[in-house]
């Protein structure tokens, strides 16, 4: 990466927390919170503790949209296969391999899950589960581990990557390479303490997860500068 333009982009960012009055991904910051206030592997009812983790009282835009149904997906499988899918939590969430490893695990039992259950309900119509393109997993992470994962969003990512001039650009959604760089991007954002300050002045506590979070850094990715 070009440090002038990444730095560039940086000083562009924090004009933007200082001047903005809205932030389009200051919702998630609410999801992150009570994702981490409510994940429990060990939950008696894993479906109903699902459920509670992915919620939010502004947008339901991460999981939910026209034609994207990833929480209802996840939902039939963790009622249809409840012992299979908490593995591939408990594996997702194993921070003694490495992620980019997890998560296509992760995406290959998807893939499965919905064959095994398009055999056995012919009737059935849904043809996708909505974590191929690693939106959902990513997710995951960055709610369960939020000092070190971050929502991923291929197209956004590719733009940032040409933006500061990146050499070999991803051929394919590369979340493993992402998350390096959004590490990047974040532990430059946190050297500038008046730039913190920006940011936690548009947090509200008790709403929002105040705690490090890498979902900073991915705002400044997704931010088009």
């Not at 924090?14 to 932030?23: I, N, V, W």
């Not at 939106?135 to 939020?146: D, E, G, I, K, V």
Request: hydrophobic fraction near 40%.
């Amino acid at each position: 990466m070009n440090l002038r333009l990444l730095q560039d982009h940086i000083a562009a960012f924090r004009r933007h927390l200082d001047t903005a009055t809205e932030f389009p991904l200051l919702f998630a910051w609410e999801s992150q919170r009570i994702f981490q206030e409510t994940w429990d592997p060990n939950a008696v009812d894993f479906a109903a503790m699902y459920e509670a983790s992915l919620e939010n009282s502004h947008s339901r835009a991460l999981w939910k949209g026209e034609r994207y149904s990833p929480k209802e997906m996840m939902q039939l499988f963790i009622q249809t296969y409840p012992d299979f899918v908490k593995d591939m939590f408990k594996d997702l969430f194993d921070e003694t391999r490495e992620a980019d490893g997890r998560v296509d695990r992760f995406v290959y039992h998807c893939d499965e899950l919905l064959r095994d259950y398009r055999d056995t309900h012919p009737d059935f119509i849904e043809t996708r589960h909505y974590h191929e393109d690693y939106r959902m997993p990513a997710l995951y992470l960055a709610f369960r581990y939020p000092d070190l994962y971050a929502l991923f969003e291929d197209d956004a990512f590719r733009r940032f990557l040409r933006m500061v001039q990146a050499k070999d650009l991803p051929l394919v959604a590369d979340p493993g390479r992402y998350f390096k760089v959004v590490r990047t991007v974040y532990n430059l954002l946190a050297k500038d303490e008046s730039l913190l300050e920006l940011h936690y002045r548009r947090l509200e506590p008790g709403l929002h997860f105040m705690g490090k979070s890498m979902l900073l850094g991915a705002e400044a990715i997704v931010f088009p500068g």
